[in-house]
């Protein structure tokens, strides 16, 4: 018997189903990341382009690729592929999401806001914990409760991943924190080259 393994194409279809039928937000991770652990499983699905560095622009260590997204149901699927050293500073991302690795490993950082979110401009976060992510790990962004993170490449490797949001990320108002002076920055990308 030969086992088919599980595409992006299956991925896209098995997600949109999920997301479409409005589930509880424990169903949709519980689901969604059994879906997003087995496309990570087979990295040679997505096509090796989306899975190593640009190489140009402003940040040619970093890549980020659209893979799918949907307007009718906010679903947006992208690879970003982190370059040795590569790094961001901590942020937020007012949707839920899940972060598959594919390959090599990411250094993940989560904060806790420890302030009452009265003030628009200002958050006292606190570290709540370091996660070396490998291969075939989900990490999952929960809004409010647990999405704060800071990513770092600490390897000399490229280590890619897949991102999974429930809205698309153009457009929507986050938050960059500054973890010496508190300080919010909001920011909007009008492209999906962020995380
Ligand atoms: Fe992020």
Known sequence: MTLTKYRLEDFIHDMTELVESQPEQDKLFDKG????ERLINNPD?????????????????HGSYLLHHNPENGLLITTVVWGPGDHTGPHDHKTWG?????????????????????RDDYALLERDRVTNVRPGEVSLLIPD????????????????EIHVYGDDLRGLERCR???????????????YDNC
Not at 98 to 118: H, P
Not at 177 to 191: A, D, H, Q, V, Y
Request: aromatic share 6%; proline share 8%; charged share 25%.
């Open 98 to 118: 899940m972060i598959g690795v594919m390959g090599n490993t990411l250094t993940e950082t989560r904060f806790q806001r420890k302030d009452d979110r009265s």
């Open 145 to 160: 409760v647990d999405e704060i993170h800071q990513m770092d490449n600490l390897t000399d490797r490229p280590t890619p």
């Open 33 to 36: 990341s059994s879906y997003l």
């Open 45 to 61: 699905g997505i096509p090796e382009d989306f899975r190593t560095p640009t190489g140009i622009g402003p940040r040619p260590n």
């Open 177 to 191: 924190f500054n973890l010496e002076t508190g300080e919010i920055k909001s920011f909007m990308t009008t492209r």
